[in-house]
């Protein structure tokens, strides 16, 4: 006969705050996935004790620096752009990971800059354009450029890097852009 798992004990205010601090400890996160995970596991397992507020939790960890919304968001958004994501997948993995307007937007000007190099490695880590074989198909190419806009890049240097002929004229062209 199995053994049946015993369900967890309800939280409580210090075991809220042992959670917190061992989820600050382990990833790199923001007030508000931090708050998502603390609201997730109330759910989960209940509550003791007086109401609680994790949106306060991760405050007190923010004020403490243990969290840091606008250093996540950098380092966020240049690790996507070592992996050749255009703005719009930056800008929405952002959102996703609840940074605030605010210290997105202080990262916005950033990602402009990185606009071209971005666009130029995800070409050529998808072999894409010039920086893989001839595609005179125009299926072919129409694919490339559909790749190239779900990986969030502007239709305006896309459409460049997959007609290019050349890599070197492109690479120079989109660097004088940066």
């Not at 690790?79 to 916005?108: F, P």
């Not at 130029?120 to 005179?136: C, D, N, Q, T, Y």
């Amino acid at each position: 006969m199995p053994r049946s798992r015993a369900s967890p004990k309800p939280l409580d205010a210090a075991a809220l705050e042992r959670l917190a601090l061992r989820y600050v400890e382990r990833f790199a996160t923001t007030r508000g996935k931090l708050t998502a995970y603390l609201t997730r596991k109330i759910r989960e397992r209940g509550w003791t004790g007086e109401a609680a507020d994790p949106a306060a939790l991760a405050d007190r960890m923010a004020a403490q620096g243990y969290i840091d919304d606008r250093l996540y968001a950098q380092s966020k958004a240049a690790a996507l752009a070592r992996r050749g994501l255009g703005a719009r997948r930056v800008s929405a993995a952002l959102r996703e990971a609840h940074v605030e307007e605010a210290d997105a937007a202080a990262v916005a000007p950033d990602i402009a800059a990185r606009e071209a190099d971005s666009a130029l490695r995800f070409a050529r880590r998808r072999r894409l354009g010039p920086f893989g074989p001839p595609a005179v198909d125009r299926a072919v190419r129409e694919k490339q450029l559909a790749a190239m806009l779900r990986a969030g890049h502007p239709m305006t240097i896309a459409r460049r890097i997959v007609s290019a002929q050349n890599a070197d004229d492109i690479v120079r062209e989109l660097e004088g852009m940066s």
